[in-house]
Structures are given as structure tokens and as C-alpha cells.
């Protein structure tokens, strides 16, 4: 029976934990096998040494295993794991979190900097800072390209505010995709510890903006199916109604079908692996009280909006 | 300075150079070659070990690290063992050891010894051919 101290536990479940992040992308080995040799091979090498086992003799024995990043071919290694090895070329770790840090700041820089004037507009190369851009709009026949005044190209500064919003694109992606390195290395959430303040602000950004996508992405798609549907003969003739006075209708379809999606969402797909990988570390563990409380939420929705449509009809 | 300073400290520069540049570029060219050999000879290696008996995995490590500049990480090895056991080239069995807990072993399947047997035919013909290249009067 191995027994260590409490700083070789710690060592070896460190370890033991690492090996599994390396192997886990190996197809054709089995990390339970190998979990189980390493600590047969560590008891045959401490069968002499006193017990509980101490980190020193430990870690001898660990020395001699090697790293298991060294175990495995580079190209079994996942893409997030070749990055994280090119960039980590020393003991500290943290250099990946201090990059998605910079690149999340440099991002901010260039929408707040970038984004900040307001473009010159010329009109036969004499200024006018009386017309803004929104009057000019109409005139435009390319407005994504460039905007023109009387057939004149503007002023570089027009380019500049795009150019912000597009950089401010590129290094938040950047940061993200740095952010997500050091997730996939990190072998519990306690390994990130400090490292997590450097890594949310890109993550959360991000998160925000697909999760939002995903909480109301019914409402997008079938608020415009229903709306279409509603301003159609076919309603016209079903209800011989004036489209205007069914308004209504069409919010409560919409909030129907978002408490319907939110009702399968968190009871099912939300502990499933797909999410939890997109929203690494925030779905690791789930709250399954609040997932439930979400989904019957999901369902009290439905049903009121059932109620509603009932009345509309009714009444 | 007379022409003949200048040429020493030429021939100094260049030694220099050789030698804390050079020699870490050959060095670094050594390492990868070995790696690579050793990618290739370890499973070999361990199917030879195995062969003909049953042996507990840490006695599989034992004898291989025995063997000078085959095993760098002794950690290798078990990777190694699981993948040829995915293969059916190994089997395992758990047997009751007096020592302390139950041991798995490993033992060659009729695969693994069909295997082996190409693979050691095959070593031998690249170690022929290379013997002869070396031998090679020029």
C-alpha cells in the first residue's frame, strides 16, 4: 500500500493529472492502464524507502519517468496542445495568459483609439465638418467600401474608424484563441488561479456574444418566418384581419418559442460535452438545481404564452 | 598591430565559433537523430523483451533501461505497452503476487510473435546493409 505525504500527494496527483491532459488526445492508448503502471512503477521504486513516502524520493522516481509531454508523438498531440508547447518554451506558464492579456488590451486600444475620430468629410477638397456621415450615407452606392461626397473619395480617417473596429476583431480573436491554450493545458481550475483574471476578459467577451446568440436564436429566425407569415395574404385570409392589430401575435409566438428552446436547452444540451467545450472553464460543473429552476422557467413561459394565444383567440 | 595579431585573433574568432556554436548546432543534430532512432528501436525492443515469456511491467522498464541510450524517459515504455496492447500484439493478465498487490503481466499474442518475427527480419537486413556501409573500404 503506497502511502505519501501530504506535498508528495500533492506532486503526484499534479502528476497523475498531467499525464491524463497529454494522453487524453492519444486515440490508441488507455490512460487508465497507463495511470495504473506508473503507480505500480513508482510503489517497485520506493519498496526501500520509509514510509509515508516523501516529495524528495518522489520526486527521483518522477525524474526518471520523464515528462509525459514527451511521451506522446508530436503529431498526436491536438492543435491546442502543439500551440501551447511552441509558445511555453520555459518553466513559466504564465506567458500565455500575460499574451491574451496584451493582445484583449491592444484590442480595446485600437476601438478606443481607432474608433474615436469622427471622419473628415470633403467636399471638392474643401473641408466639411458640417455634414456627417449618416447624411452622406444615401449618396453611396459601395457603403461598406468607401463613402464619397459629389464622386470625391474622402479623407483617410473614414478608412481608419473601420480599420479600428476590424483590428479590435483580429486581436480579440487572437486573445481568445490564446485564452482557450491555456484552458486546454490547465489541469484543474485551481491550476488557473491567478492566471484566470489575465484570460476572462477575452473568454467573457466572446462567451457573451455566443451565448447570447444561443439563448435567442429562435426568437431571431422565427420572429422574422412569423413576421413574413404574419404581412402574408395567407394570414390576411385566414383571419381577414389588418395586419397591424396582430402584432401582438407575433411577440407572443416569439416568446413562446424562446421559453420552448430554454426549456430543452438547460434540461438537456446544456450538460452535454459540446457546450461544456465551447464554454470552458464556465460549464465544467454544472449547477444542476439552476438548470432545472432555467428549464421549468423554459416551460412556465410556454405555457403562459399558450395561455395568451388561448385568450387572443377567445376573447 | 602586425598582420600576424590579426591572423591569431582570426584563428581565435574561429575557434571560438566552432566551439559555442558549432558544437551546440552538432549537438542538437546528435539529439534528434537519436530521438528519432529510438522512436523507432523502443517497440522492438520491448516485443524482444517480452518474447518467449511473461513479464510484469515494471521489469519490462527494468530490462530495457539496462540497454545504454535506448530509454531517455522511463515513462515511454508504458505508453508504448498500451498501444501494442490496442494492437493485439500484447494481452495482459492480472496474477496474485506475494510481494504486495495483484500484477498485471504481458505476454506476446500469436499476432505480436507473427509480428515480431517480421520486424526482427526486417532490423536484421537494415543492420546488414548498414554493417556492410561502414565496413566499406574507400
Redesign the interface.
Known amino acids: 500500500?503506497l502511502e505519501f505525504d501530504d506535498r508528495a500527494k500533492i506532486r503526484l496527483d499534479k502528476y497523475l493529472n498531467k499525464v491524463k491532459v497529454y494522453?487524453r488526445d492519444?486515440k490508441?492508448?488507455?490512460v487508465d492502464?497507463?495511470l495504473?503502471?506508473?503507480i505500480?512503477?513508482i510503489?517497485?521504486e520506493t519498496v526501500n524507502s520509509p514510509r509515508p513516502i516523501s516529495e524528495d524520493e518522489l520526486e527521483k522516481v518522477l525524474k526518471?519517468?520523464?515528462?509525459?509531454d514527451?511521451?506522446?508523438?508530436q503529431e498526436e498531440l491536438s492543435l491546442w496542445k502543439k500551440l501551447v508547447m511552441r509558445l511555453q518554451a520555459g518553466p513559466e506558464d504564465w506567458r500565455l495568459s500575460y499574451l491574451s492579456f496584451a493582445l484583449f488590451f491592444i484590442a480595446i486600444l485600437c476601438l478606443v483609439l481607432c474608433g474615436r475620430h469622427k471622419p473628415i468629410i470633403y467636399e471638392n477638397n474643401v473641408q466639411r465638418p458640417d455634414i456627417n456621415l449618416y447624411q452622406q450615407m444615401n449618396k453611396v452606392s459601395e457603403p461598406h467600401k468607401f463613402i464619397t461626397v459629389n464622386n470625391q473619395k474622402p479623407h483617410n480617417l473614414i478608412l481608419e474608424k473601420r480599420y479600428g473596429s476590424s483590428l479590435f476583431v483580429i486581436f480579440l480573436l487572437a486573445s481568445f484563441i490564446v485564452s482557450r491554450a491555456v484552458i486546454a493545458v490547465a489541469i484543474e481550475h485551481q491550476e488557473l488561479l491567478g492566471k484566470k483574471w489575465l484570460i476572462y476578459p477575452s473568454l467573457l467577451t466572446v462567451y457573451v456574444l455566443i451565448f447570447g446568440l444561443l439563448m435567442f436564436w429562435p426568437a431571431i429566425i422565427l420572429g422574422s418566418l412569423a413576421n413574413q407569415f404574419i404581412h402574408s395574404k395567407i394570414w390576411f385570409d385566414i383571419t381577414n384581419t389588418a395586419t397591424n392589430s396582430q402584432e401582438y401575435l407575433l411577440w407572443i409566438l416569439i416568446i413562446m418559442s424562446l421559453g420552448l428552446w430554454w426549456a430543452i436547452f438547460w434540461g438537456t444540451i446544456s450538460k452535454s460535452l459540446m457546450i461544456k467545450n465551447t464554454f470552458r472553464p464556465f460549464f465544467d460543473t454544472t449547477n444542476q438545481t439552476l438548470n432545472k429552476v432555467l428549464a421549468f422557467a423554459g416551460i412556465g413561459i410556454v405555457m403562459l404564452s399558450i395561455i395568451a394565444l388561448i385568450l387572443t383567440f377567445y376573447v | 598591430m602586425s598582420k600576424n595579431f590579426y591572423k591569431i585573433q582570426k584563428i581565435a574568432l574561429t575557434d571560438t565559433l566552432h566551439r559555442d556554436i558549432l558544437f551546440v548546432m552538432d549537438n542538437r543534430f546528435l539529439e534528434n537523430w537519436a530521438t528519432q532512432l529510438r522512436k523507432g528501436m523502443l517497440e522492438l525492443c520491448v516485443l524482444n523483451t517480452i518474447k518467449g515469456t511473461s513479464l510484469y511491467g515494471y521489469d519490462i522498464v527494468r530490462k530495457l533501461r539496462d540497454i545504454k541510450g535506448l530509454v531517455i524517459s522511463e515513462g515511454t515504455i508504458y505508453p508504448i505497452l498500451s498501444r501494442l496492447k490496442k494492437e493485439h500484439f500484447v494481452e495482459t493478465f492480472i496474477e496474485e503476487s506475494n510481494e504486495g498487490p495483484a500484477r498485471k503481466y504481458y505476454k506476446l499474442t500469436q499476432k505480436g510473435k507473427a509480428m515480431l518475427e517480421v520486424m526482427n527480419k526486417y532490423w536484421n537486413e537494415i543492420k546488414t546493409g548498414t554493417d556492410q556501409l561502414r565496413m566499406e573500404e574507400k
Open positions: 500500500m494522453l492519444c490508441d492508448v488507455s492502464d497507463i495504473q503502471n506508473i505500480d512503477h510503489a517497485n526518471k519517468l520523464g515528462s509525459p514527451k511521451w506522446v508523438p
